[in-house]
């Protein structure tokens, strides 16, 4: 049965299917039942209470999504007040598991020509392109300003551009870019097809794109059940490898190959994630020590290749 809502109910945006009466995992209090003002405390922080929109399955791709979901206006409103992202966790750690995905991108790509990264955040990957690559220009499209001046930081010295609107990318030039990252931005996105088109612009023949997404598949996911920290409002939708190349093939992409992540945390932070999932609370000060940790959560890393970067 599907749930009444005010929020609308949309196709599946991958394959524009009719979205199916069932829902695969619901929350205990849906927040498509739930008004707007009312959501808003549960937007930020994945430990609160399970407050997210139901997800379906399309039966003909596989994506999961939630057919019910803010529209744009209400998006801004929320990403304008928004955190540096996993600001409870300590910047070293971040560091380190950014580091990791730099690595494979620098692995597989020149890091030439100019740059492109689609929420940056602070700056954790892009410092590594900044320090390590040999690009010519970055073009940065980061929503929150209130993460602007960390991200200057980051970057400083480097030809960079700060941009606030992601859609049409319409200050970096036409086949201009040879590397671009999207690190935990498909799943925040309610339409990834026409940003991924927007994107496929700005490629040169050749350019990597390299892409950091939670793997719904994982065996974290199908232990957890709803209580999955990634089933969240900031996710309109989350994927596993065959939606995610499904996704990339449909906007014009070439998959180039999906790689497991090591996250870095502090033991203590993993404690209390993991006492929090199950509905127990640990006094922040307790989580706040011990040594850092690396261990695949189940997030996954892809690369892939325009397949006619200039065909827009």
Request: net charge neutral; aromatic share 10%.
């Amino acid at each position: 049965m599907t749930p009444a809502t005010a929020y609308g109910e949309r196709d599946c945006p991958l394959c524009g299917r009719p979205a199916p009466a069932a829902r695969e995992v619901v929350a205990r209090r849906p927040a498509e039942t739930m008004p707007f003002e009312a959501l808003v405390p549960y937007w930020n922080g994945f430990f609160k209470e399970r407050v997210f929109f139901s997800y379906a399955r399309c039966p003909a791709c596989g994506l999961l999504y939630a057919p019910a979901y803010f529209d744009q206006e209400q998006l801004e409103t929320l990403y304008a007040q928004m955190p540096p992202n996993m600001d409870v966790v300590p910047e070293a750690a971040l560091r380190k598991t950014q580091r990791g995905y730099f690595k494979v991108l620098a692995s597989h790509a020149p890091l030439t020509g100019g740059y492109l990264e689609v929420g940056p955040d602070v700056g954790l990957f892009t410092e590594n392109c900044v320090r390590d690559g040999r690009f010519n220009t970055h073009w940065l499209y980061e929503p929150n300003r209130a993460v602007w001046p960390a991200l200057e930081a980051a970057t400083a010295g480097a030809d960079r551009h700060i941009q606030a609107e992601i859609s049409g990318f319409a200050k970096t030039p036409d086949a201009s870019v040879g590397a671009a990252a999207l690190i935990h931005v498909l799943d925040h996105l309610r339409e990834p097809l026409e940003r991924l088109g927007d994107l496929r612009r700005t490629l040169a023949d050749g350019a990597t794109v390299v892409i950091v997404t939670h793997d719904e598949s994982s065996p974290l996911r199908r232990a957890l059940g709803s209580r999955w920290p990634a089933f969240c409002l900031q996710h309109p939708l989350l994927y596993n490898r065959p939606s995610l190349n499904g996704l990339l093939k449909a906007a014009g992409y070439a998959p180039a190959g999906t790689w497991r992540t090591v996250n870095y945390f502090p033991v203590g932070f993993l404690a209390k994630q993991t006492l929090w999932a199950v509905g127990l609370r640990l006094d922040s000060a307790q989580a706040a020590g011990g040594p850092t940790v690396g261990l695949e959560l189940g997030n996954i890393l892809t690369l892939a290749h325009p397949q006619c970067a200039r065909s827009l």
